[in-house]
């Protein structure tokens, strides 16, 4: 039986009253027009006006039903009202029915939310343990069979946080609880960042994944990166799944631009199976995928592209998707964003050393190397797993007057929970000046939102790397300091979009280091490359603030890079050039700024030398001066000794193949690099000897560089027996 609605009903008894009223109009008019045509023809013999003007003075019948329109229309009107006062009785109970079930779905709505809740931290706890402790077993020596175990389990785990959280996220979507973050971000980096995820799996299958972002893009652009990301992790997902050959573009540009807006357009394309007509009207509805045998071969919830149609809506956007079966797809979004601010941004000079940080770190998520590096970096490190603990030493040495500056807090510290814990630290007068960055192996969609509503100063998701590791504490630290009444929430994306990106071309790993070491606790973002065409193709996908380039690598030297740099399209885009060397000429000199470059340094730099080197160009309207100052005495940190030593045993053991191969030029290279990095630890008498192999062997002199190269190696020995002892 089909269901007749509320409005139907009450139209229905409205017309049946009308009806039963004109009805008894009808029906009386009538009577009074026979009964007086038959009077007049009974008294008259015939029918004529005179007859019935008559009839009508003599006959009180007639009379009576000249009457009887009037009740027959009072009838109606008596019976039309019983029917709206039944009318309305039932559509009042029906309105009261559909209060209870509003009320009932409300219950229900909130019920499931609160379970995917409760469901989704009871799971993503056991989860943080699983990719936490991976991460860390991926850290020790494993043979090649392990690793490849431990990448199967990291790739599992990771693919059960993601269904937990489309689950999650479409029961938030449903139930209208789904909140928007409003951040400042790198459009570019957002876009990119999907790529870089997803470009090993696409490889895998021997797939071509591109990115290709129209230049005049915005780069920094408000809005919820993370859910942008989410959308294009999601297409791009899709597309490398059900693409075997051929190959996955991903297109970015603008499409409707204001003074205070952009729209962008985003389109992730493939050569891979595509969708018949019928599968597309229905392809964004939850939990369908185009075939019914698509699970069983591919895999997934089929929420990907509902949740990504939720989403890009609930921003403002629409999506959709072009593509012929067996011919590939192309799928789209539409995002309109509000464009950044565009100033300068303001890069305190705010090193850490000296200052103390408390580390709350989940049980199987403990990150050594995280208190190692920032003990180097020169902070007063304190850890524990035990929220309540952390809580309470906290308090105590804010009650002895030694405060800590900072907590690093994970989500999933045990006893309390890093929000709980963050929530107490807040509410505490005596601690709520203490800045606090939470961290997570498991984070959930809407994570960062909570943490900002109770206090925290940022959230960062592992993998942690040293340079956002360096300028998250830099920048809370900094923001803390300056006392602004609206700081803003520190994420990934907005140290992507507001921090100056340096690129470090250095084949030595010591060298690296120590750079990281000098500029990340001041704010910048650095990214490496191991040799000058490394640096290149880094130049081609990104623009950089300054690139430092280093002057004697392998494959492309520092001169060919600078060169080949200052040649890109987009050459006009990149900062300003400067090269490193252990040591040059003038003519040599001549050819880099003739290359290219806005100068050259001698290396190695002292700290001090390599932030004011950088400020120098990074921000031209302070009083900098570059002094030449000794490097930094590194044999007291562990860290540093095992990378150099790393590195060393590498370089003497590669100097010694070349001498036998007479390969002049790769010993001139070992040795060069050897001079610089011995010199960080006050190693003269090796870095001296390095020089003079170095000099021997640009001469073309390999038999005396055999009779010297013993002495290098019984320096290194010296050198190499005191940091690892």
Known sequence: MTAISEQDQILFFKARASRYALYGVLIAGASVVLATLLVSYVMQGGVS???????????????????????????????????????????TDRLQGLRKALVQANSDSQAKSTFFSKMSHELRTPMNGILGTSELLSATELSDEQRRYVRLVQLSAQSLLNIVNDLLDFSKIEAGHLKLEQIEFDIHECLEAPVALLQQQARLKGLNLTAKIDPSLSKTLLGDPGRLRQIVINLIGNAVKFTHQGGVQVKAAPIAETKSALTVRIAVSDSGIGISTEARQRLFQPYVQAKASTAREYGGTGLGLAISKELTEVMGGRIGVSSEEGHGSTFWIEIPFKKAKTQAPKIRKLPLAGRRILIAHAPAAAEPWVAQYLTALGMEVEQTTEGHYARARLAEAAEQGRPFDIALIDLFVSGTGGEDLGAAIKEAPALADIALLMITSAGQRGDALRAKEIGFAGYLTRPLTKHLLAAALGRALSQKVDGSPQPEFITKYTLGAQSPRILVVEDSAINREIALHALAPHGYLLDFARNGAEGIKAAQTQRYDLLLIDLQMPVVDGLKATEEIRALPNRDEQGPIVILTAGTTEEVREQCLSAGAADVIIKPPGADMLVAVVERFLKPGTE?????????????????ARVFVNEADGRIASLRTALAKADGETVAREAHTLKSTALHFAAADLSDTASRVESLARAGQLVQVQAIVPDLEMYYGELRAQLVD
Do not use: C, E, K
């Open 49 to 91: 006006v005179d007859g019935i003007i008559a009839g009508q003075h003599s006959n009180i019948a007639l009379r009576v039903l000249d009457v009887m329109p009037f009740l027959f229309a009072a009838w109606g009107q008596y019976a039309g009202r019983n029917m709206a006062q039944a009318a309305s009785r039932i559509v």
């Open 624 to 640: 900098t001066q570059v002094v030449a100052t000794p490097p930094t005495r590194l044999s007291s940190d562990p860290a540093f």
